[in-house]
């Protein structure tokens, strides 16, 4: 069985500082990706970035950027000079099958100005 | 960009009515799924379908609900008679191929408040 585990319920940080969020995994498969989607108050959920676990080098899309570190079973989420329109609930998301996404309890993130 | 879209974006309804929520996937997508999240919690799984059938259900999708892809375009979720407890925003997403597990692509909900 896959689980997600997302250890930090709230998190706030001035804007343009730094944010890293921390989440971690368990899967008995060998592919799988790792997803980090975002939830703004429309509660929409947008794909912010993935990582296929076969691939070592960590993914990042502009300000966003992940540690994947696949012995430790962790998938953190870095947000690089965060600004207000950051502010939203993350989630973490496994798949190991095409069939479903598990998902994290999520971290609700605010930017402060 | 192509994107799934969801319909109604809200609805209310009374307890014991039927529901019928609308999504039109995007249009090249093979794999269809359903979630909810009920408010404050997680976003949970229902039901993948693909080829006309269901591929994978989890113990939520009960006998009470059921999927259809009436026509080329539109892939609905039915509840037959609603519970208070069927209250939650769902979601539909799609995806590619089932090959290199492709990223599935979500619409924006439909909020569910029964009565």
């Known amino acids: 069985a896959q689980t997600v585990t997302q250890s930090q319920p709230e998190m706030s940080v001035q804007e343009a500082e730094t944010v890293t969020l921390s989440c971690t995994y368990d899967t008995s498969e060998n592919n799988y990706y790792l997803f980090w989607y975002k939830q703004p108050p429309s509660r929409q959920m947008i794909l912010v970035i993935r990582?296929?676990?076969?691939?070592?080098q960590n993914a990042t899309e502009n300000r966003f950027s992940v540690n994947f570190q696949k012995a430790a079973k962790s998938f953190s989420l870095k947000i690089s000079d965060s600004q207000l329109g950051d502010t939203a609930m993350y989630f973490c998301?496994?798949?190991?099958?095409?069939?479903?996404?598990?998902f994290g309890s999520g971290t609700r993130l605010s930017i402060r100005p | 960009e192509p994107e799934v879209t969801q319909t109604p974006s809200h609805q209310v309804t009374q307890m014991g009515q039927e529901v019928i929520l609308r999504c039109v996937p995007i249009?090249?997508?093979?794999?269809f799924y359903w979630y909810r999240q009920i408010l404050g919690q997680k976003v949970e799984f229902l039901v993948s379908?693909?080829?006309?059938?269901?591929?994978?259900k989890s113990e939520i999708f009960d006998d009470q609900f059921s999927v259809e892809r009436p026509d080329g375009s539109n892939f609905t979720l039915k509840i037959r008679s609603t519970k208070l407890e069927d209250s939650a925003m769902y979601f539909c997403a799609s995806s590619e191929s089932r090959a290199n597990q492709e990223t599935q692509y979500f619409g924006p909900g439909t909020r569910l408040l029964v009565l």
């Open positions: 379908f693909y080829n006309n059938e269901i591929s994978e």
């Open positions: 249009s090249n997508h093979l794999y």
């Open positions: 990582q296929e676990a076969y691939k070592q």
């Open positions: 998301a496994s798949s190991a099958s095409a069939s479903k996404i598990i």
